[in-house]
């Protein structure tokens, strides 16, 4: 068996600086929509759309449509993603600066570790572990306590709240795809996922008003730049990226994204869309991000549970 070819260095590191900038980018791209567009609308728009040329791409290619038990997984997940995670980080962002909403959303991992250790018990809560969260939430609390200085004002309550519950809907999602039936294609997988989501966000946005009084007419033309951008480079270059990367590098340098996308939203917000970057978010960002370097590449130690089961099965 011949060994598979290692890629040419300038692809890999094209990949690299998709996944680093490129999604760093999206928050500062979907504050520029919210703000003139209601937010469940501006999602719907973007995933509907990519999630119907993805699907498209991916049947002319030759990939089998999904099951009926496959459309029902993705379904399931693209609620969780798309109405629940996005939904509320769109809504947000007409609360809370692009940069903030992307160190928000850097918990991601800490609360996939809480899951992993009281539900799925297939992590062991260590020393390393529980400090590595207590800096996390002390970064998070530095940005919504009103009652810490630095001159600066503190993240607005309700928008924090709403990107809390946004990381826990996106760590509930992790876990999902291993017990959900889902197209062996990760790319029809997420086309499937945007496309019911899509369709969710619609409804929801109709519920919720968001087709009253709106004209086409009236959105701006950077609005519809940041809409081709979220739709193109967002979602299908960018999962793209991410799928040939998975491929071809450890998932621990893949996953370096969620250190640097942060850092990237921030800055641009800053230097691009004029947010404030004050003492309060460079600390609450700096403790956040320590939080994830830490959780992210502390070794996984199985509690005794697992270690039981996996005992049981050899003897079996």
Known sequence: MSPIAKPKRWKTLLAFAIIYFVWGSTFFAIRI???????????????????????????????PSPTGRQWAGACLLGFVIFVLDYGLLFWAERRVASGIAAVMLATIPMFMALAEIIFLRTQKLTLRLALAMLVGLGGVGVLVN??????????????????????????????????????????????????????????????????????????????????????????????????????????????????????????????????ALGARTILGTLLVLVSVVVITTTPKQKSRVIVAEELEEIVE
């Not at 209601?38 to 290619?61: D, H, K, N, Q």
Request: with cysteine.
């Open 146 to 275: 009103p009652s810490v200085g630095f001159g600066q004002a503190p993240v607005d309550s309700l928008g924090a709240a709403a990107l809390v519950v946004a990381a826990i809907c996106w760590s509930i999602a992790s876990v999902l795809p291993r017990k959900l039936p889902l197209p062996e294609s990760k790319a029809m997988s997420s086309s499937a996922q945007m496309l019911t989501g899509g369709f969710m966000l619609t409804t929801a946005a109709a519920l919720f008003g968001d087709f009253r009084g709106f004209s086409v007419r009236t959105i701006q033309p950077l609005v519809w730049v940041a809409l081709a951008y979220l739709i193109v480079a967002g979602s299908i270059i960018g999962f793209t990226a991410y799928v040939w990367l998975i491929r071809h590098e450890s998932p621990t340098k893949v996953g370096t994204y969620a250190y640097v996308n942060p850092v990237v939203a921030v800055l641009l917000g800053y230097f691009v869309g004029g947010e």
């Open 33 to 63: 929509g919210v703000q003139q567009l209601p937010p469940l609308l501006f999602a719907a728009m973007r995933f509907l759309t990519a999630g119907v040329l993805l699907y498209t791409w991916m049947r002319i290619s030759g990939t």
